[in-house]
């Protein structure tokens, strides 16, 4: 018989459980497209993270996250977005943020317009003002600031894996930024 010892976050799996669970019960995450707004609320950029994709490869995406046991939407995006872009971000959050969309990522990329090779999970997505100087942390290699029309181009949303380039036209359409 192993003796446990308690996790210092009881809210995270480790990685062993976080694989079982995997296997048999969808995630549920939270994700966000972070975006700058002129003086008239109208979108001037689209911030997209590039870090090394689920494959191994350098791929572009949005910032995206679990959500932990316990922990509040509006707490897991606030964590995953210092972690991505960092504590000066100044993300303008309401305090009941309402998704613009819901993502569902199937294991096989015919299941579906997203797919995560690891996992079925749901995502909520977000559209994330942010007003600070974003410096990526973690396994966030940098961050770019895209025009609506650049972040929308084939070029760019091809270099996003499981269909998250599908989910940036989505965001610049409901922002009324997509040509």
């Avoid at 975006?35 to 191994?56: E, F, N, P, Q």
């Avoid at 199937?106 to 299941?111: G, I, R, S």
């Avoid at 797919?115 to 942390?137: M, N, Y």
């Amino acid at each position: 018989m192993s003796v446990r010892t308690p996790d210092r976050n009881p809210g995270w799996l480790s990685d062993d459980d976080l694989a079982e669970a995997r296997r048999r019960l969808p995630m549920l995450y939270v994700e966000a497209v972070p975006v700058r707004l002129d003086g008239h609320g109208r979108v001037t950029d689209i911030g997209l993270l590039l870090r090394v994709g689920a494959s191994g490869a350098i791929a572009r995406t949005i910032v995206s996250g679990r959500v932990m046991h316990g922990e509040t939407l509006r707490d897991a995006l606030d964590r995953h977005l210092e972690k991505d872009l960092g504590p000066m971000a100044f993300p303008q959050l309401p305090p009941c943020p309402t998704p613009f969309h819901v993502a569902e990522y199937m294991p096989l990329p015919a299941d579906g317009m997203y797919h995560d090779d690891r996992q079925h999970a749901v995502s909520l997505v977000f559209i994330v003002p942010v007003t600070g100087t974003c410096e990526p942390r973690q396994d966030a290699l940098e961050l770019t600031w895209l025009t609506p029309d650049q972040a929308a181009s084939e070029i760019v949303t091809s270099e996003m894996e499981g269909g998250r380039g599908a989910l940036v036209r989505t965001a610049l359409a409901h922002l009324g930024a997509l040509r």
